[in-house]
């Protein structure tokens, strides 16, 4: 790929939100800008539980990079992924579709590759339990969930079916409550009306946390109200509870005091810790930067590595002052970063108010020198006309809450197009009790965790690594063994499921 020869080159890694505010900065400037991301969509993550259980399609909550940043004449978008950095020759390492890897060069970097799912060290617990980070891994989620009720139903076993009409969730987080909440009022509202033999109102809806309370981050108030509006709903909260095994036919969880007791369940999803990418890995080696116990970088109060001030990290990747890993910081410490390179290329005075507005302090040269959030709360969705909401002294709950966090995330959803999707598709599923957005395959979709990668058969490796058997993920198409499947052989002597949803898409 040819090098961009223009001064003052910047490049960001990834399109979330971080990556799309620090892009948003550097609009215009008589700078080359390179955003890098492995697909160049961006996602609106919080929103991704809807899409998981029927209420918005994956196209209401992404919208292409490039129609976003298509103003933007100094900057251009591409599909790879970063692997490695260079700090002597200030260049990335990266992938492109295919396996082929090339140089970024850059004078500034900006890193917002944000983190991915945590199993705490038991990543084999991730072909049995998926994640809620991607995409891919909602339409995952989205088959677990109504292939169950589905499969429960031609249960001829009454204990066979009572197994597909219990829903394990581990993580007590704003994601773990959200999802209960929503397979719990899917099964009470939606389903109970379309089945004959199973009865979807039956489904039991398990929330495992090792916290005394789910919500522990909105405070003891909300926090108590969030689990009485859970129990109401019919969630079981197993709180004060640490889940040491899980497999196809459920899980093991172990209370306080040590006791471990048994949960039967075809589907478990896992909501809870997320850990930083390979790339931070990579980032810390060749930079020498510190990481904390997720693997996110340690940056300095201006968001850039210790030694290296023209690499900045921002938004879920950054460890700073144990800022929370939502969207509102990414958003932030984007700009904060796009506005404080701007004002390095160019000496651009007129950032300052910019810089005041997302939390920057100033020396009296006008330069911003240290980034300070400014919280602007943070909203939970619990069910229809439930929801919580934590805004500095303003605390609200029940329907109040729900009003507010509609306000909220329609504000923040990206694209016009989405916004007024995502409100009329609302208006029908909160009115009607429909969800439209059901639709999964039992069939196996693809064969490569990357289907762009070559296969190992044809003898080519593009991990930044020496080649390993690849880290089980919820990603991945291969049926659980757990699970009765009908399998014929395709093409090349791969497997093709023609009966059960696989445990992983």
């Given at each position: ?30 700078f080359a800008v390179t955003l890098v991301d492995r697909s160049p969509q961006h996602v609106f993550q ?153 009865n979807p109102e039956d489904a039991r809806v398990l929330l495992f946390d090792g916290g005394k309370a ?84 340690v940056v300095r109060d201006d968001l850039s590595i210790p030694g290296h001030p023209e690499i900045s ?193």
């Amino acid at each position: 790929m040819p090098e961009q020869s223009q001064p003052g080159r910047v490049v960001i890694i990834g399109g979330g939100f971080g990556g799309l505010f620090a892009a948003r900065a550097l609009r215009g400037g008589p700078f080359a800008v390179t955003l890098v991301d492995r697909s160049p969509q961006h996602v609106f993550q919080p929103l991704l539980y809807q899409c998981a259980t029927g209420i918005l399609s994956e196209g209401q909550i992404t919208a292409p990079l490039r129609r976003l940043l298509r103003t933007h004449r100094n900057l251009r978008c591409v599909a790879a992924e970063a692997v490695d950095v260079d700090p002597a020759a200030r260049t990335v390492t990266c992938i492109r579709p295919g396996g082929e890897r090339f140089a970024v060069p850059y004078d500034h970097l900006i890193v917002a590759a944000g983190v991915r799912q945590s199993y705490f060290g038991h990543d084999e617990f991730a072909q049995y339990a998926p994640g809620m980070k991607s995409v891919s891994d909602a339409l995952t989620v989205r088959r677990r969930v109504f292939g169950a009720f589905e499969i429960a139903e031609t249960a001829s076993d009454p204990a066979e079916r009572r197994k597909w009409l219990t829903f394990a969730l581990v993580g007590g987080g704003p994601t773990g409550v959200e999802l209960a909440g929503q397979i719990r009022e899917l099964a009470t509202k939606t389903l109970r009306d379309e089945y004959r033999q199973a009865n979807p109102e039956d489904a039991r809806v398990l929330l495992f946390d090792g916290g005394k309370a789910p919500l522990a981050m909105f405070g003891d108030e909300l926090s108590g109200k969030a689990a009485r509006e859970l129990r109401n709903l019919g969630v079981e909260l197993h709180m004060g509870t640490i889940v040491t095994n899980v497999d196809g036919d459920g899980l093991t969880a172990r209370d306080h005091d040590g006791n471990e007791t048994r949960y039967d369940a075809k589907t478990v999803l896992w909501t809870a810790g997320v850990e930083a990418p390979p790339f931070a890995a990579a980032l810390a080696r060749a930079t020498g930067a510190e990481q904390d116990r997720a693997g996110r970088i340690v940056v300095r109060d201006d968001l850039s590595i210790p030694g290296h001030p023209e690499i900045s990290v921002i938004g879920d990747m950054m460890s700073l002052r144990k800022l929370p890993g939502v969207a509102e910081v990414a958003m932030q410490s984007g700009l904060y970063a796009g506005f404080k390179v701007r004002r390095e290329l160019t000496g651009e005075q007129s950032t300052r108010p910019v810089a005041r507005a997302v939390g920057a302090t100033l020396d009296p040269a006008g330069g911003a020198t240290a980034f300070r959030y400014r919280d602007l709360g943070s909203a939970a969705y619990i069910s229809r006309g439930r929801a919580v909401v934590s805004a500095g002294p303003l605390r609200l709950s029940g329907f109040p809450g729900w009003v507010v966090w509609l306000f909220v995330h329609i504000t923040f959803l990206t694209g016009y197009r989405n916004r007024v999707g995502a409100l009329l598709t609302w208006w029908v599923a909160f009115t009607r009790d429909v969800r439209r957005e059901r639709a999964y395959t039992t069939r196996e979709v693809g064969h490569y965790r990357d289907v762009y990668r070559p296969s190992a058969d044809e003898g080519t490796s593009t991990a930044a690594e020496p080649q390993q058997p690849p880290r089980q993920r919820a990603g991945s198409d291969a049926p659980s063994p757990s699970q009765p499947t009908t399998l014929s052989r395709g093409r090349n002597g791969m497997r093709e499921e023609d009966a059960c949803p696989p445990t992983r898409s």
